[in-house]
């Protein structure tokens, strides 16, 4: 089951070839999203040659195996993990019966509605991100940035499988509209909110990978949890390959840290101007970026009571990251979760919820302190060099647009402030015109192979044990 058959056209490990309905079916949708990649997806670079990630298997050794490739040649296909012997359902009313591998028709527009959402993100992400190969720092951002658009891209196939395969005619419609939604539309934007922001820098682009694709990484990891085994499976293997994408934002922002410290060290002043003079992000400037996307990626948990959370997981719809080790109930029944909501007074006071209309903020309140680690390696950074400046993550209540803190105004630590107050002082919070500006004057392709953009430090290492200075994209 593990190896991947490509000699087909669509590679796959769902012998697809025994299907001749779905496969036509899915031979259909393939140059509609063909056509979408060449318009939406990083179009001025289809010529070039990338040195690029394709999974052969789906196991250990086969789900990273390099070679250039022309992105337009991308093999995207459907994989999914190998079948756990006698899976059952881990959570909710069923739990310990067995899993299932059709969707139960209750359930139906439920499960039609998560993987819609899901899958939704994927090119949506690829969208946000269709201009910036032209602002490289450097090749190996670029082949990183390459590498994350044609996994997102393969993402969406692999919720486009389970629509096809198992939602009939509703599925396919949803398939294609999933290549009509773009993000930012005025008409028919993206499903989700940090799915329409855009991102046109590469301090952008890090905090994206760094803050949503981590949210990626829990509601992927709740879904490899669902009774729906296919899909279980599917969200299992995508886990392998969302791994690097956080790997890439943790990273870049480190390595803009690691760069600002040095200019610090250089001119002997953490003065922004004099930094700025130097070319490379001061800290609180990198602090606005962290607030705007920390803030933006925690709505897409959803509210913090929810009665659809509370269904999708009784249903064994949804479950939760890690459901069998990292928790005990697992059905939740008639336990509580104590939330903070605004009292009405502009205020803050303790609530409680059944536990399960609070999945969505148990998975937030895991989501945030995996947010943590990095800051606190960032902050390492920082205080080794010898400053006191700390990076911070504001309060989950700052600048919410979703659940019960959606438009109440507060300060950074969640205290809950006048309207006027809080747009006077917002431009200390979030990036100003001034800030984006400077950011995208920074923003000067550099594609000498090995040489880093002026405000980012050289990665660690290379590729695949490929050195940092090899050409990781073949330009022309
Ligand atoms: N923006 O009952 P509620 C990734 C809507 S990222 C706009 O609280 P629920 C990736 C909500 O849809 C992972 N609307 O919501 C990362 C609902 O609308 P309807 C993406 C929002 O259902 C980087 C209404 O508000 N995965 O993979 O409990 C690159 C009431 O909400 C937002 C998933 O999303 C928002 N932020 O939970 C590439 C997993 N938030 O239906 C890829 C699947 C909520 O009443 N989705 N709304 O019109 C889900 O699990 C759930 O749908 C949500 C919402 C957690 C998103
Ligand atoms: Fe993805
Ligand atoms: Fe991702």
Not at 72 to 95: E, N
């Amino acid at each position: 089951m593990s190896t991947i058959d490509y000699s087909e056209k669509i590679p796959n490990n769902v012998d697809l070839a025994n299907d001749k309905t779905l496969q036509r079916a899915l031979e259909h949708w393939q140059p509609r999203f063909l056509d979408w990649w060449r318009e939406m997806g990083p179009s001025d670079f289809a010529s070039v040659d990338v040195y690029l990630r394709t999974a052969v298997g789906v196991d250990a050794q086969g789900w990273a195996h390099y070679g250039t490739v022309k992105m337009p040649d991308y093999r995207w296909g459907i994989f999914l993990a190998d079948p756990i012997a006698d899976r059952t359902i881990g959570f909710g009313d069923s739990f310990g019966q067995p899993v299932w591998q059709q969707v139960p028709g209750e359930f139906r527009s439920q499960f039609r509605r998560l993987i819609v959402t899901q899958g939704d993100t994927e090119p949506a992400s690829v969208e946000q991100q269709h201009r910036l190969g032209h602002t490289c720092p450097s090749l190996y951002d670029l082949r990183n940035l390459f590498q994350i658009n044609v996994e997102e891209g393969r993402h969406l196939w692999a919720m486009v499988y389970i629509l096809h395969a198992y939602f009939g005619r509703d599925g396919r419609e949803e398939a294609a509209e999933l290549l009509a939604r773009h993000s930012g539309d005025v008409d028919k934007p993206r499903i989700l909110g940090t799915f329409n922001e855009p991102i046109e820098d590469w301090l952008s682009f890090f905090c994206f990978c760094y803050f949503t694709d981590r949210d990626g990484k829990f509601q992927l990891k709740s879904l490899a949890e669902s009774s729906f085994d296919p899909l279980a499976r599917t969200c299992r293997f995508m886990l392998t390959e969302e791994a690097h994408h956080m790997f890439v934002g943790e990273t870049g922002l480190g390595r803009i840290v690691r760069r600002t410290l040095e200019v610090m060290k250089e001119i002997g002043s953490d003065d922004p101007g004099a930094i700025r003079r130097r070319g490379a992000v001061d800290l609180p400037l990198l602090q606005r970026y962290l607030n705007f996307w920390f803030s933006s990626s925690l709505d897409l948990f959803g509210s913090e009571v929810s009665s659809n959370a509370a269904t999708t997981f009784a249903n064994g719809i949804k479950g939760r990251p890690d459901e069998t080790t990292q928790h005990e109930d697992h059905v939740c029944a008639d336990s509580a979760f104590e939330i903070e909501v605004p009292d009405g007074k502009g205020g803050v006071m303790k609530d409680t919820s059944p536990m399960r209309n609070a999945m969505n903020e148990v998975l937030r309140d895991a989501y945030i302190r995996d947010c943590e680690i990095g800051l606190k390696r960032w902050n390492m950074q920082i205080k080794r060099a010898g400053h006191s400046f700390e990076l911070r993550l504001p309060s989950s209540r700052f600048r919410r647009a979703i659940g019960a803190w959606a438009n109440i105004p507060t300060d950074l630590e969640g205290r809950p402030i006048g309207r006027e107050e809080y747009h006077r002082r917002m431009a200390g919070w979030l990036p100003s015109a001034s800030d984006r500006d400077y950011v995208k004057s920074l923003m000067q392709r550099v594609v000498e192979p090995g040489k880093m953009a002026a405000w980012i430090a050289p990665p660690e290492r290379g590729v695949n044990n490929l050195p940092v200075d090899y050409e990781y994209v073949r330009l022309n």
